[in-house]
């Protein structure tokens, strides 16, 4: 099951472990559970702290294995074979259940060992996934520190009847004690935040008691950490606040366009751009979503749970989001078959008719990579012509389960209350009605930037939201830097991004050097 290097690597990290860990497998007599039992045995072999045994509970999930500390009496689970994005999760679970100390903080950790129970959760994922390990990682960790919460990773695609009947159509979705909790990317943080209600209040408490900061970045995708690093770099006291670090790229599959890196995957990236950032001085507050931008003397950012951060400039690296259609029941069915993610969501769809709509680069990549998976792709695109590269084009014609209808207005979503049922479109030459019968549609028709906070700022925004900066990265207000898709850099890319985070980095730097009187005096009437 596992090779021989893996092994060895393993081995290594396993020497670290001082608990023992019981592996409890449940199997039936299909191919997966073969290769659940291969990969129990494995994992056995490199360690002498680890036993595996048949799981005496009758009533589980087939094929599955829980790892289990029989001192902490601590159980997590994991319903399917988890390889791919989840092998990583397995091999934390093993090691926190094992004693091995994690990277929460200490008062993470303190939260998650107070909490009460019980709090059992589910999460059900696609090994595609890439989102999904950092749910399931969350939900692990706090299994393995308290034995009043068990956590469940269910392979969506092994088991299909269990989706159907809790009507799962997007990953990860999270289910807490029978009820649908949350669903799509959420970590620690967050998680703790919902189940501790005082969390937020006491997080807010602590932010409005930061210094003032030389330098503010909004926003922790590849523009952000640039901007972040080069501030750092120059010695000035930086903070970071961002709903999640990495944004979008968290989100991205295959990154094959990184000058340097001839391959790499998006969280992959995320990790490396986290870690470098920590190698500096810099406040990383993350979870936190801005809500306003003004000025009395310095620069305020409130957050919406009400803390206000104070800074002498600025760099807005807020990113942007996949466009929506906007069109009726799109809302209604967001999750219930409306998706975004054809990695993550993709191999829910297994064996149905999905649709894609739009036909530029996204678009057809997700009706290639959709092809290998459902029944039959419609590709639906707006325009006469598709946007898409013509390899692209080329190798989606050549697929005979994949159709692409152009001049096509998507008009409806339409479902039976519970999913997706299909949609209806315009034919934009003929002016007729149309409908398509479908499980899923995936929408990939561009970005919006993530700006909707600026827009009662003194900022200038253009038509479409992006924030108008200059040569530097400078806005229409002085010590406000922008960079990345949020603005309007006419090519959003994350190579560019990066570039345009550490241009806005050293345009605050320069504005610091060149109005350190004035923001002294500033501070001084203050």
Known sequence: MLDTNI???????FASITSPVELLIALDDSNKSTELKNLA???????DKFSVRDN?????????MVVSSPINNTQITFAGVPMGHEFTSLILALLHTGGHPSKASETEIEQI????????????ISLSCQTCPQVVQALNLMAAHNENITATMIDGALFQDEVNERNVLAVPAVYLNGELFSQGAVNLTDILNKVDTKAAARQAEALNDKELFDVLVVGGGPAGASAAIYSARKGLNT?????RFGGQVSDTLAIENFISVKATEGPKLVAQLEEHVKEYDVDVMQNQRAASLTKQGNYQITLENGAVLNAKSVVLATGARWREMNVPGEKEYRGHG?????????PLFKG???????GGNSGIEAAIDLANIVEHVTV???????????????KANSLNNITIIKNAQTTEVVGDGKRVTGLSYIDRISGDEKSLELAGIFVQIGLVPNTEWLKDSELVLTRFGEIEIDSKGATSLPGVYAAGDATTTPFKQIIIAMGSGATASLGAFDYLIRHSDEIQNTEDAA
């Open 113 to 124: 060992k107070s909490l009460p129970g019980p709090l059992n959760f589910e999460v059900y």
């Open 56 to 64: 005496p509970n009758q009533d589980v999930r087939r094929p599955s």
């Open 338 to 346: 409306v998706a975004y993610c054809p990695h993550c969501d993709g």
């Open 41 to 47: 045995n494995d994992l056995a072999s490199l360690s």
């Open 239 to 243: 903070g970071v606040v961002a709903e």
């Open 352 to 358: 149905k008719a999905v649709a894609v709509i739009g």
């Open 380 to 394: 639906l695109e707006f325009a006469d012509t598709l946007r898409a590269d013509e390899v692209l084009i080329r």
């Open 7 to 13: 092994k060895n690597q393993l081995t290594s990290h």
